[in-house]
């Protein structure tokens, strides 16, 4: 399972997460997962996901910074056109991403993270799109 704004989230990871334990499951999925093989099935969802398990951050199925993440979530949805029940190769999602989407369009779309103004995801995603 995978929520929509994590497809970017997936994209730009370099390793730095809320907790350690967030940390080794997001190498977990991203490093020897999705980035391993790009046949990895994944089906969005919109409540917590794979990455969300060990956040810091999730109530049950639901989040404490929950407007924020669903408005997240709603602009990744609209803009790689993954709604919830939608199932893919991660690869196809990562193309999704990759073919739409500009790395200033990440200003937007991830208005309110915390991570944007590090920079990360826009250079990554800059640099698949070379
Ligand atoms: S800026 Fe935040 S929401 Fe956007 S891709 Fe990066 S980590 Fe994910």
Redesign the pocket.
Known sequence: MLRP??V??A??WAGHGYSPAFTRNMNDIVEHRLRADPETPVAFTSGADSICAPCPHRRGAGCDMGGKIAA?DRRHAEALDVPPGARMSWGDAQSRAIDRLQPDD?DR??AG?Q??DYG??KAALARLQK
């Open positions: 704004h994590h970017m989230c994209i730009g997240l990440l779309l991830c993270c991570w944007l990360l995801c």
